[in-house]
């Protein structure tokens, strides 16, 4: 396992910080006009989409220097590369590997752009720990598709443009895997009705989608039908590969050490309890662990080694401290932590509050902790599935 880059990298990291120190503002501020000209700088530097082939549009950098990209990115709290998450994600890795050539001019510029946003139709109310449950329907009639059927927990459905969407096309298969196709459809095409669904903090960034007598055209079709699950895998791991969420999750740890030294608790700082000094201490370390782990399938990559099922761990990893770590924001926080935003009693204008609030967009995006738990059960440890 390599812990180092070469001095390649580390000329491109300098690149990097050089843009990065010129380019954002140095108070802070961000309004739309400085958004819109950093887009447009990043797109220009071919950084959105960094490691997709240059004859699509990308940078055709490589794999460390996206590693490097993202994470300096990050640790200067620079805004995202690029507008279009899902899209940039793993939308438009799916659409390189699998779609066809006028697929690939369709969409890809788009989502390099940041036109629109992409939602994904996967889970299901009935099929979400096993996605391959799933029994969104869709009928083949003539050059078209005719899909019936619901998903649930799908992220920004209500603000997107595009669904890439797994319906199954054929009950009969023996292998629940089979049968199961991806399309890629338009979200005001006839049929579709979308209810959003509000969290915990008021917000809503998942949703309904219900199908009824939605017609896709072929053409939409990614992938070859009744290899939808193939196309899913592939872009669940350009979702799932990269190391650069440890350094968020460290900036976060490092907010709540200063959280814990402003805060008191019983006269004195919290940051001097034990208790609280053991679980940011337990917080570091996995951060820690993650981040190793990251190197580890940087390097399988590297070496030119297809990332599976072993990716689910920093996933897990993310998901449940994600949680702790808000949980641990509003305990040092003491009796101002049920507090809401609007109060002079709030450390950081209710920012802590609404962080252990959102941690579901997180853990459920992208498969929950259970399914993280049962792949890295069955594929990793070869235990039975349940």
């Given at each position: 396992m390599d812990f180092g880059f070469g001095p390649e990298e580390e000329r491109f990291r300098e690149e990097v910080r050089g843009f990065l120190a010129e380019t954002l503002p140095a108070d802070g501020k961000r309004d739309m006009a400085f958004l819109q000209e950093w887009n447009r700088k990043v797109r220009e530097k071919r950084w959105v989409g960094f490691s997709w082939p240059e004859e699509v549009g990308g940078g055709g950098g490589s794999i460390a220097q996206q590693v490097i990209l993202k994470e300096e990115m990050a640790r200067a709290k620079a805004p995202p590369l690029g507008s279009c998450f899902m899209g940039l994600a793993w939308v438009g890795p799916a659409i390189i590997e699998y779609g066809t050539e006028e697929q690939k001019q369709r969409f890809i510029p788009d989502i390099l752009d940041?036109?629109?946003?992409?939602?994904?139709?996967?889970?299901e109310p009935d099929a979400g720990s096993d996605l391959a449950?799933?029994?969104?329907?869709?009928?083949?009639?003539?050059?078209?598709?005719?899909?019936?059927g619901q998903k649930i927990w799908t992220s920004i459905a209500m603000w997107s443009k595009w669904m890439i969407l797994l319906v199954r096309?054929?009950?009969?298969?023996e292998n629940k895997h089979d049968g199961i196709t991806c399309l890629l459809?338009?979200?005001?095409?006839?049929?579709?009705?979308?209810?959003?669904?509000?969290?915990?903090?008021?917000?809503?960034?998942?949703?309904?989608?219900?199908?009824?007598?939605?017609?896709v055209p072929?053409?939409?079709?990614?992938?070859?039908?009744?290899?939808?699950?193939?196309?899913?895998?592939?872009?669940?791991?350009?979702?799932?590969?990269?190391?650069?969420?440890?350094?968020?999750?460290?900036?976060?740890?490092e907010g709540i050490r200063e959280l814990a030294r402003e805060c008191a608790r019983g006269g004195r700082p919290a940051s001097e309890d034990p208790a609280i000094r053991q679980r940011i201490a337990r917080a570091d370390a996995r951060i820690e662990a993650m981040r190793l782990n990251g190197m580890r399938f940087l390097t399988r990559q590297l070496r030119g080694e297809k990332l599976g099922s072993e990716t689910s761990i920093n996933k897990l990893h993310r998901a449940q401290l994600e949680v702790e770590l808000g949980e641990l924001a509003l305990e040092i926080q003491g009796s101002r932590g049920p507090l809401a935003a609007g109060s002079d009693l709030v450390p950081a204008a209710g920012d802590w509050q609404r962080f252990a609030l959102s941690w579901p967009e997180v853990v459920i995006g992208g498969g929950t902790p259970n399914i993280q738990k049962n792949i890295i059960a069955e594929r990793i440890l070869g235990l039975p599935k349940d």
């Amino acid at each position: 396992m390599d812990f180092g880059f070469g001095p390649e990298e580390e000329r491109f990291r300098e690149e990097v910080r050089g843009f990065l120190a010129e380019t954002l503002p140095a108070d802070g501020k961000r309004d739309m006009a400085f958004l819109q000209e950093w887009n447009r700088k990043v797109r220009e530097k071919r950084w959105v989409g960094f490691s997709w082939p240059e004859e699509v549009g990308g940078g055709g950098g490589s794999i460390a220097q996206q590693v490097i990209l993202k994470e300096e990115m990050a640790r200067a709290k620079a805004p995202p590369l690029g507008s279009c998450f899902m899209g940039l994600a793993w939308v438009g890795p799916a659409i390189i590997e699998y779609g066809t050539e006028e697929q690939k001019q369709r969409f890809i510029p788009d989502i390099l752009d940041g036109t629109y946003q992409w939602c994904t139709g996967y889970s299901e109310p009935d099929a979400g720990s096993d996605l391959a449950t799933l029994k969104c329907k869709g009928v083949l009639e003539g050059d078209e598709y005719v899909v019936n059927g619901q998903k649930i927990w799908t992220s920004i459905a209500m603000w997107s443009k595009w669904m890439i969407l797994l319906v199954r096309t054929d009950f009969e298969v023996e292998n629940k895997h089979d049968g199961i196709t991806c399309l890629l459809v338009e979200m005001e095409s006839p049929g579709i009705t979308v209810r959003p669904i509000k969290n915990m903090s008021g917000g809503a960034m998942f949703a309904e989608v219900f199908f009824d007598d939605v017609r896709v055209p072929v053409g939409n079709r990614l992938g070859a039908e009744g290899e939808g699950w193939k196309v899913t895998v592939s872009a669940l791991a350009h979702e799932r590969s990269g190391i650069a969420e440890v350094t968020g999750l460290q900036r976060r740890l490092e907010g709540i050490r200063e959280l814990a030294r402003e805060c008191a608790r019983g006269g004195r700082p919290a940051s001097e309890d034990p208790a609280i000094r053991q679980r940011i201490a337990r917080a570091d370390a996995r951060i820690e662990a993650m981040r190793l782990n990251g190197m580890r399938f940087l390097t399988r990559q590297l070496r030119g080694e297809k990332l599976g099922s072993e990716t689910s761990i920093n996933k897990l990893h993310r998901a449940q401290l994600e949680v702790e770590l808000g949980e641990l924001a509003l305990e040092i926080q003491g009796s101002r932590g049920p507090l809401a935003a609007g109060s002079d009693l709030v450390p950081a204008a209710g920012d802590w509050q609404r962080f252990a609030l959102s941690w579901p967009e997180v853990v459920i995006g992208g498969g929950t902790p259970n399914i993280q738990k049962n792949i890295i059960a069955e594929r990793i440890l070869g235990l039975p599935k349940d």
